[in-house]
């Protein structure tokens, strides 16, 4: 059964366009090398400045859970936690 991942970020001021490359380098990462990935967006709230919400959209949760533990998602995890000076959040729903 299909899941949402929900992952929440907040971005401090003048970094957005820092967090964008790594966004986009890691979406180009899970399209090449993730079994189970349907899709993903990357919304921008309006009425916080700085917080993001990307929606990823996983067949399986075990899908999602192997892309969780891949090295090169942890690695640039990593560099995403750095820029933001704290930890990404993350939900998951099925339908």
Do not use: C, F, H
């Not at 907040?10 to 967090?19: I, K, M, T, Y």
């Not at 533990?69 to 990404?88: C, M, P, V």
């Amino acid at each position: 059964m299909a899941v949402k991942i929900l992952i929440r970020r907040n971005v401090p001021e003048g970094r957005e366009a820092d967090l964008e490359k790594l966004l986009n380098k890691l979406r180009a990462i899970t399209m090449n090398q993730s079994s189970g990935y349907i899709s993903g967006e990357t919304l921008r709230r309006v009425d916080q400045p700085g917080e993001t919400l990307v929606i990823s959209t996983w067949q399986n949760v075990e899908s999602w859970r192997n892309w969780m533990l891949s090295d090169d998602r942890i690695r640039l995890q990593e560099e995403i936690d750095s820029l933001l000076g704290t930890k990404t959040a993350y939900e998951i729903y099925r339908q």
